[in-house]
């Protein structure tokens, strides 16, 4: 008997999709009396714009400083309106960034913007959610949809590509973006598509009168002649994807634009493949919407002939690809044996107080769940039951400490980093009506779930921030994060000590912390003093992660734990800040029960 198949998903983000009501705002740096100059992020959205042709957008300009370069385009072209103020929500956003009063929801970030505008065609035309440009998000309307800190793909095309071709721009020295090497090599590659098969069978039988049996391209380079399926997938990379034009094209092609129209002939010799997906692009409407919105820019002076391309590893920008090499640090005992003895021979004193968080406070010492409402309670969440009553214990270590926070605080506004699917964040607004919570989740669905949930229950202090913390800019007086991941913990308490904000964080996945730009390990000013290297932090910290129940290594993981919590709460301290590093009781709640409560001293 044939297998029952699965009813096909389309992606939502449960957003009511009105045009009258989505007010998008994106930078400008100066003008003309014909032209604005804006940074690459606005063209890129502009671009998607007037690629659908969708004519009732409302879009705002608002002036910036900007450094870096900029693109001339021609005011003719805009049917936007320039405002000399943001409204607060948006004030808290790197812009671009969707404005959606009505569901208290801001959407940050070029992929995310560029993704709404899209949805925002695809669900207000007559054919909803079949509309031509539907195709443009891929299959499930899923093309970009993973954050740029999870996927490299979506890294690549979101902040890479653009930031390489504005350095190169703004640059006089001679060389090549190693983005376009790596976009070429990309393009060798055979595509990674779910219907592969299918696709070729559809194509085999529409083109069985033609000699090569498929259209797609024509180089053979790599192809194997034993393996006709890999052979198609190499003949079918057209696009930056495969067989079809993706939204992941659109963000792509205005870069590589703006460097054909600055330089010679020679870059396409460069990077002939690069010069084929262009050629294709140019067969639709891309070419012309560029040429008739862009003032073309003045020639390159540099002289990029004899220049060659930069060598990268023959791999996709698919983190998914076997080809990839993944670098991985492994703990060994003798690692963990010298560490050990650094921080015996230290001297540093561990922080850790094992003072369960609801004894510090004197008053509503724990969380009643039975009467709060059912959609505060986080069985609303779609948790399984063997999570949820651990996840209770997890909530209320965090929000016993914040409310005591809020309250000696008042009016204020609290920030719920990494808020997943909003258990936190929605019990705090429920609990704390006097405080404004934010809540910034950069994956669309879990943020989908929280703002559902939350509009059932009314609730009016809080508002939904879809983007990347980086792009989160707004100012606070609490932050938390429950299991935040790895770096993503040492974020929030950095923007907590420059915002002046008490910060109460539960972390997570040690292992996975890594140096930043404004990140750097270890964070204690004593740590360094003491001799800890970033080299040795790194490893303690995925000794931290060996906290497993009933191994032989917990108690070891644990230490490791508290030790990378000491330098926290240690870069805390020296930073003004009185800390506690505790534990959620009981322990059971969850490998990772640390927890650091920080309030700035007077």
Known sequence: MPHKRKEKKIHQTKLIFKP???????RYAAETEDTFLIPLDSLLSVFVIKFTHFQNLKVYLIKEKIDGY???????????????????PVANCRLPAWYLPGQLTCLAGLCAVVR?????VIFTTEDKGTSQYASLLGHQLNCLSAPAEVSTWTNFCELQVPSAVCKFLHSSELYFPEELSKFETHLKQPIRIHNVRKRMQTHSS????????VNGRS???????DDPIKKYAQEQHVYAEGPDLLISDL????????????QDESIKCKFPLISRWYDKMSESEALKILDSLVEPPEKDSRRLCDVQPVQVPDESLYKCDPNREVCRTFTNQGDVERNLSWWETSRIVNLQSYSDPNSLFSKQESIDWDSLPKLVHPQAGQLPVDRLERKCQQLAGLAVPLRNIVETRGDCVLVDFCSGGGHLGLLLAHLLPQATVHMVENKEESLARARERGQELGLTNVWYYQSNMEYY????????SLHACGVATDIVIEKSVRNQADFVCSPCCYGAVQSLENIKYPRSALFKAQGCTEQNYLMMGHTADQTQRNTDKVDQGELFMDIVDTDRSQHAKENNYSCILSKIYPLSCSPKHNIIIATLNP
Request: proline share 3%; charged share 20%; hydrophobic share 35%.
């Open 20 to 26: 009258e009501e989505s007010y998008l705002y994106l």
């Open 70 to 88: 900029h693109v001339a385009v021609r005011k003719a072209m805009l049917d936007f309106e320039v405002c000399k103020n943001l409204p607060q």
């Open 116 to 120: 709404y505008t899209l949805k925002l």
């Open 206 to 213: 529409s083109n069985n009168k033609q000699e090569n049996g």
């Open 219 to 225: 180089d053979q380079e790599g192809c194997s002649q």
């Open 251 to 262: 963000l792509i092609f205005p870069c590589i634009y703006l460097l054909y129209v600055t």
């Open 473 to 480: 800019q707004g100012k606070f007086e609490v932050g938390t």
